[in-house]
């Protein structure tokens, strides 16, 4: 049915978790960056988180994309002669897409993480303090367990826009499955075949993370009472 | 490095051209999208087990595939079948501005209709029986009760939804249209300012965002002040 492109599909559909694994593990390093940013009691640094959060989510991915892409690349060009480097670089569609979109989800995870933070009753730092524990250690033994709880939701909704953007990369030269169906699209004439296995592909992609991440919202919201209606 | 404002300066019609097809993208794809999504999203709360899977399922697959590959299939994957290129419709489906508008109406139909659905379904349950002890039929219920305040209470959940629309439409210039981000392209592509051409299309972005935020609270106010916090 898919004409000996099946394999060629599946690479890319490799290549595609990658990406978006990769940069979901970067999107929650800066989002963590972005929230401790956003919350803490110096007002530049406060100034600079919500600049990031709301610079970056008032612009499509596409430009961002194409900015940080062809922006990238020609800023490295200019730099690396100065740094005694002649040759034309390059730049890894990879790497580049997995800044690029770590550096977008970022922003959008650092108002997820602040919104769960926030809902965190004060009087459990306040506990973990009259314990004696020290600001690091109530941090990461009382807020980030709790955080972690509330923010699955956001989280997971984040993850599933992620994994559809990663698409995009593709328009910037990514060998991922979007662009492995174009190419198959174009030498077989048979487009609507191709990008219909590409959309089943994401689907099943997006549903079993939506299982994954249902199971673990319950692990962690275990001893949680819920309002019996 | 500095930033050639002249570049940016005399390419400002493209961009302000860009802008006018974005717009028109955006108001087309939004009111055919929400068209679509109030029947689907009636649907979607029907008791009726068959009409509610068949909403769901359409939902379910439009919102777990990129946009980029709906676009495709569309714009490119129709023109596959002889039927559809020897169709009275082909005209309209070989023109790049109906398949993006197509694209993006049904994208933002399913996600709207998950919107109206769950609108619907925090209907304070004393409305409905003040609705059904006064002796209202069905559909006078929904006419005249569930819409009006579910709409209404709909408002800030579909105020993210057009801005996410909004980011939506700068795919169009995958598929050759010239919006904002298409001049930005062009203008990458004759200049090699990358910079330059992605900066302008980003405030371009920007500012059309804080005046969609600012034209949602306005709306917000009008219609959702009952739900608003007690002011004294």
């Not at chain 1, 005694?84 to 650092?110: C, E, R």
């Not at chain 1, 492995?180 to 549903?207: C, G």
């Not at chain 2, 408002?155 to 801005?163: A, G, K, R």
């Amino acid at each position: 049915m898919l004409k000996g492109y099946g394999a060629v599909i599946l690479d890319g559909a490799w290549l595609t978790l990658q990406l978006a694994l990769c940069s979901m593990a970067l999107a929650i390093v800066l989002g963590l960056i972005g929230v401790a940013l956003r919350l803490s009691p110096v007002r530049w640094l406060a100034w600079l988180g919500d600049l990031y959060s709301t610079v970056i989510r008032g612009i499509p991915d596409l430009v961002l994309i194409l900015l940080i892409f062809y922006g990238g690349q020609d800023l490295l060009n200019r730099i690396a002669p100065l740094l005694g480097h002649d040759d034309y670089i390059d730049l890894n569609p990879l790497v580049a897409g997995i800044g690029t979109l770590g550096f977008i989800f970022g922003a959008y995870l650092s108002e997820t993480f602040r919104g769960a933070f926030m809902a965190i009753p004060k009087g459990q730092a306040e506990a973990g303090m009259a314990y004696g524990m020290s600001s690091g250690r109530v941090f990461f033994r009382i807020l980030v367990p709790q955080m972690i709880r509330l923010a699955i939701p956001g989280f997971t909704n984040n993850w599933l826009v992620l994994t559809k953007a990663t698409a995009l990369i593709s328009v910037v030269g990514l060998q991922d499955m979007m662009f492995k169906a174009k190419q198959a699209a174009d030498a077989t004439r048979e487009p609507f075949t191709f990008f219909l296995a590409v959309a089943a592909m994401y689907l099943v992609i997006t549903s079993v993370s939506l299982l994954v991440l249902r199971y673990i919202e319950k692990r962690y919201s275990a001893g949680v009472r819920v309002a019996d209606l | 490095m500095i930033f050639d404002y002249n570049v940016v300066w005399e390419n400002l019609p493209l961009y302000f051209g860009g802008l006018l097809i974005t717009l028109k993208l955006l108001a087309l794809s939004l009111f055919f999208g929400l068209l679509a999504a109030l029947p689907l999203g009636l649907m979607r709360v029907s008791k009726i087990a068959w009409v509610n899977l068949l909403a769901w399922s359409y939902t379910y697959v439009i919102r777990g595939t990129p946009m980029l590959v709906q676009l495709f299939l569309i714009y490119y994957g129709l023109a596959q079948f002889e039927a559809v290129r020897e169709s009275i419709l082909w005209p309209w489906l070989s023109s790049a501005t109906f398949c993006a508008c197509l694209a993006f109406a049904i994208n933002t139909s399913a996600y709207t209709a998950e919107i109206i659905a769950g609108s619907l379904k925090s209907t304070p349950p004393g409305e409905i029986e003040a609705a059904r002890a006064i002796g209202m039929s069905k559909a006078k219920m929904y006419r005249r009760i569930l819409l009006p305040s579910a709409l209404r209470r709909a408002l800030p959940q579909y105020s993210n939804e057009v801005i996410m629309m909004l980011q939506t439409t700068s795919l169009a210039s995958i598929v050759t249209l010239i919006d904002i981000t298409g001049a930005a392209r062009t203008v990458n592509a004759q200049f090699y300012l990358p910079f330059e051409a992605y900066i302008t299309a980003g405030v371009f972005y920007l500012c059309l965002t804080f005046i969609l935020v600012k034209l949602f609270k306005l709306a917000e106010r009008r219609w959702l002040s009952y739900l608003a916090p007690r002011k004294h």
